[in-house]
């Protein structure tokens, strides 16, 4: 549905899926995001800090669009924040994957555990 643009199809199924589990953080996000597009900034942005409350660094991207709606609001400091923090989280991960391909390519990841690579995500 989002692909194609219908966000309001999104939004009314995402919505659903909250209703079914509060903690579902992807569903947050998604509906975060369908809100977003729909322009309905304090229902996304609501949408978008629960996912981070329940989920803190599974979506980065949940900060660019918690930043855009910063930015609407001609908040540039907040905004600012937003996207320091969304390229904080993607460094992080880009060398979390770097570790794991630098053990893959040296044939030790059979022995390695997840707490030997840098920067990991918890």
């Given at each position: 549905m989002m692909e194609r643009g219908d966000?309001?199809?999104a939004k009314d199924l995402f919505q659903k899926?909250?209703?079914m589990n509060d903690n579902?953080?992807?569903a947050h996000y998604l509906l975060g995001r369908s809100l977003f597009h729909l322009?309905?900034?304090d229902s996304s942005e609501k949408e978008l800090q629960r996912t981070i409350q329940l989920q803190p660094t599974r979506h980065p991207v949940a900060y660019v669009y918690l930043g855009d709606i910063a930015?609407?609001?001609n908040d540039m400091q907040?905004?600012?924040e937003y996207w320091r923090k969304h390229?904080?989280?993607t460094l992080r991960f880009q060398a979390w994957i770097k570790g794991w391909q630098?053990?893959?390519m040296t044939r030790r990841w059979k022995k390695a555990s997840f707490n030997t690579i840098p920067f990991t995500l918890r």
């Open positions: 966000y309001g199809s899926a909250v209703r579902d953080y992807v322009k309905e900034y930015f609407a609001r907040k905004a600012k390229t904080s989280l630098k053990l893959i």
